[in-house]
């Protein structure tokens, strides 16, 4: 006999295709599935003919399923733990589940495959090298606005998850937070019949979903822009600044930014994004 592991295996977020031939193996050998909705989790082990028997694993009974998978585990049986959509544990249940399972010892391993905020980061047009993910924001307009207030100097590129029925308010909050020129993508039910992934201004994407309410339907990914990074005065010496002053009393910020650089050296952006901060 095998030993025993629990595999923490992605399923797909729309279509069924991007099931990896490797998940589609181990669900089929595992002697149990643990899945966050047995009836969603059924229908996709049905449509891959997967006959193994099935528990529930949610918000609100994870920690009482502990004892049960523990036992199973030192029964030497192996176990699947599925989401209803995309990899578990991101912004889905599980956590405490997994950390229970390797402090009592036993291997935790996971199979990769489909995560909705990385298909939608892949494919945004936005800086992919450093991003920070948040998941679903808060429900209520003020602990939103809070939480949004705290990133609104961050320079990495931000993801939120978000649903039907706060989307606009969501986009609204962004611009009163980030500005209406921030630039961001919305992406929508991805990998599905309808999937749309748009890039634009804040503004100009909170419009469009105004002017469309078919885009207001489904699952969403908004990823933001991360903020500019500050220009601190120290960086720059003060004779360049006050030649920086001088021209731009009398010039725009690109042109005064462009002849500061030519007669000082310092870098040409970095003194047009001083001169924005000011």
């Known amino acids: 006999m095998s030993d025993p592991v629990l595999y923490v295996i992605a399923t797909p977020i729309g279509n069924l295709g991007d099931l990896s031939e490797r998940a589609i193996r181990v669900l089929s050998q595992v002697d149990l599935i643990a899945a966050e909705d047995t009836r969603h989790s059924g229908r996709l082990m049905a449509h891959f003919n997967i006959k193994v028997p099935m528990i529930s ?16 585990l030192a029964q030497g049986h192996s176990i699947a733990l599925v989401s209803d959509a995309g990899t578990p544990l991101i912004s889905d249940p599980g956590y405490i589940l997994v950390r229970s399972v390797r402090e009592a010892g ?10 909705a905020f990385i298909a939608a980061l892949s494919a945004s047009g936005l ?8 998941g679903f924001l808060p429900a209520k307009r003020a602990s939103r606005l809070r939480t949004l207030n705290q990133w609104a100097d961050e320079t ?8 039907t029925h706060r989307i606009l308010d969501s986009l609204e909050d962004m611009i009163a937070v ?13 990998t599905k019949t309808f999937e749309t992934i748009k890039l634009d201004s804040l503004a100009s994407l909170l419009t469009w979903m105004q002017q469309d309410s078919n885009q207001q339907k489904g699952e969403f990914v908004v990823i933001v822009r991360g903020a500019p990074p500050r220009i601190d005065e120290e960086e720059l010496d003060k004779k360049t600044l006050d030649i920086l002053a001088l021209l731009a009393t009398e010039l725009p910020p690109k042109k005064a930014a462009a002849l500061t650089s030519a007669i000082s050296g310092a870098n040409k952006k970095r003194l047009y994004q001083y001169l924005l901060d000011k």
């Open 57 to 72: 694993v949610h918000d609100h009974n994870e920690s009482q399923r502990i004892e049960l998978i523990l036992k199973h």
């Open 106 to 115: 036993y291997q935790v391993s996971p199979v990769p495959g489909c995560c």
């Open 127 to 134: 800086p992919s090298d450093r991003f920070m993910f948040y």
């Open 156 to 163: 990495s590129t931000l993801i939120f998850y978000e649903s």
């Open 178 to 190: 980030f500005g209406a020129s921030r630039e961001a993508v919305v992406a929508r039910e991805l």
